[in-house]
């Protein structure tokens, strides 16, 4: 049976059946409360109108609001690396069944896929690319999910058309020219964030390749844009 009651000070109207109540205030629907010998908790949203949810041990029903999109430029900055992170797991990862395998041996104790704790790896972290002038190259790694026996800043020499990783040198911290072997940097070579220990076949810890990989670009939030590492 369906009851309608007006409350004639604050002009709010109740519409009432036996299994919910909802309340409606200047032609808003505000929220609803509901008795349901089928459901006795049912939570998130249903379809674009409704959310329902539990206050106090009540349920509850209320409409749907679209949360804030201020479309910032750090908010920008972070769409376009993780847009850059997925097409670099889709150009060296995903086409190749041994690569994408040797991924999915990383994430398995994490219980993920091999392309999210790829694209995890990418993400995190901070990346600052404080020179990258061939004469004094420094790039700083922070806060990185990559395991720090693992982490490494790896460099694509353009002039031997070769990957370089770090002769030693592993974790978080700074990264100079005077941690590789034999690179000296020129213009064009490009600055990658690698994970050292996916190994594809005969592959080892101390083999460079393109497909260890995650990320080649730092956040810039003045311009809203991922800008990748290249030395100048």
């Known amino acids: 049976m369906l009851r309608i009651k007006s409350d004639s000070c604050s002009g709010d109207t109740f519409i009432s059946t036996g299994d919910y109540t909802v309340s409606i205030h200047q ?12 459901f006795s908790d049912i ?18 029903m209320r409409s749907y609001v679209r ?14 690396q993780m847009a850059n992170i997925v097409a ?12 994408a395998a040797a991924w999915d041996v990383e994430a398995l104790p994490q219980l ?16 600052t690319a ?5 004469t004094t190259i420094s790039i700083t790694v922070a806060d990185s999910a990559i395991p720090a026996d693992r982490l490494a800043v790896m460099i694509y ?44 076949g005969a592959d080892i810890e101390s083999t460079a390749a393109l497909y260890k990989a995650v990320n080649h670009w730092t956040k810039n939030i003045v311009t809203g ?3 990748p590492m290249v030395v100048t």
Do not use: C, H
Not at 27 to 38: D, E, Q
């Open 157 to 200: 020499d353009l002039s031997g058309t070769t990957y370089k990783l770090p002769t030693t040198k592993r974790g978080e911290g700074t990264y100079t020219e005077a941690d590789f072997t034999a690179w000296v940097p020129d213009t064009g070579d490009k600055i990658y964030i690698a994970d050292t220990k996916v190994l594809d």
């Open 67 to 80: 949360p804030a999109n201020p479309d910032s430029l750090k908010q920008r900055a972070n769409r376009a």
């Open 88 to 99: 670099m797991y889709q150009a060296n990862v995903k086409g190749d069944e041994s690569i």
């Open 112 to 127: 993920i896929s091999g392309y999210n704790i790829f694209t995890k790896y990418g993400r995190t972290g901070t990346v």
């Open 27 to 38: 032609g808003v629907y505000l929220m609803a409360k509901w008795k349901s010998p089928l």
């Open 225 to 227: 844009t991922a800008v």
């Open 43 to 60: 939570r998130n949203k249903l379809g674009e109108n409704v959310v329902f949810s539990m206050w106090k041990g009540r349920p509850y």
């Open 130 to 134: 404080t020179d990258l002038s061939k």
